[in-house]
């Protein structure tokens, strides 16, 4: 059973940081693009950030790069999201993917919210 559970998403003040985590099950991790979405109110999905699986390349929205980090521990089976200097328009929830070919899941998702 293919799981994908986030965590570390909540409150925060513009200008601080939070990590996201999303720990993968059920699946052999490595093989998988791993991917952030985020989905604010009103707004599509958007991805944020995404790395390859043993390779480790990685590609990040414009409005992100130079603030998030995406990075993976394949021994873990986790992705993580460094989010710093944060700013309102952050705000969002956050959804890890999976994805192989045709093969796609998705987490449930965790808030972010950035407000003073």
């Known amino acids: 059973q293919v799981q994908l559970v986030e965590s570390g998403g909540g409150l925060v003040q513009p200008g601080g940081s939070l990590r996201l985590s999303c720990a993968a099950s059920?699946?052999?991790?490595?093989?998988?693009?791993m991917s952030w979405y985020r989905q604010a109110p009103g707004k599509e999905r958007e991805l944020v950030a995404a790395?390859?699986?043993?390779?480790?390349?990685?590609n990040y929205a414009d409005s992100v790069k130079g603030r998030f980090t995406i990075s993976r521990d394949n021994a873990k089976t986790t992705v993580y999201l460094q989010m710093n200097s944060l700013k309102p328009e952050d705000t969002a929830v956050y959804y890890c993917?999976?994805?192989?070919?045709?093969?796609?899941?998705w987490g449930q998702g965790t808030q972010v919210t950035v407000s003073s």
């Open positions: 059920g699946f052999t991790f490595d093989y998988y693009t």
């Open positions: 993917n999976a994805r192989l070919a045709f093969l796609d899941y």
């Open positions: 790395i390859t699986g043993a390779g480790g390349r990685t």
